[in-house]
């Protein structure tokens, strides 16, 4: 059974520091683009970063120069370092592995295995 589970979330005050981690299992997950997406209440999933099995890395601009995502394949474990917090961060932080490469990395479509969130919320 394939399992992705998120951790690391919290309150942080506005400039501060988070690391987020999410736990991947059931299958090899080396060849699966894994990102992180965000949803705000009331509002649509959003891409926030993605590495892919090859090593390439995308980010949000918003997030551009703040976040770091990075894996272990050995752990099969992708992590989400969040510097420079601010309020317009909060969301619920998603996880997600998948191979579907006929859509692009930044669409939720990508992905077919998800995590159930862990929530984030930066205070001013």
Known sequence: QV???ESGGGL???GG???????ASGRSFRSDTM??????PGKEREFVAAKTGGGVVYYEDSVKGRFTISRDDAKNTVYLQMNSLKPEDTGLYYCGAGRRYSYAYFTPN???NW??????TVSS
């Not at 995590?115 to 984030?120: A, L, R």
């Open 115 to 120: 995590g159930q969130g862990t929530q984030v």
């Open 3 to 5: 399992r992705v589970v």
């Open 12 to 14: 942080v005050q506005a």
């Open 17 to 23: 520091s988070l690391r987020l981690s999410c736990a």
């Open 110 to 112: 990508r992905y077919e």
């Open 35 to 40: 990102a992180w997406f965000r949803q705000a």
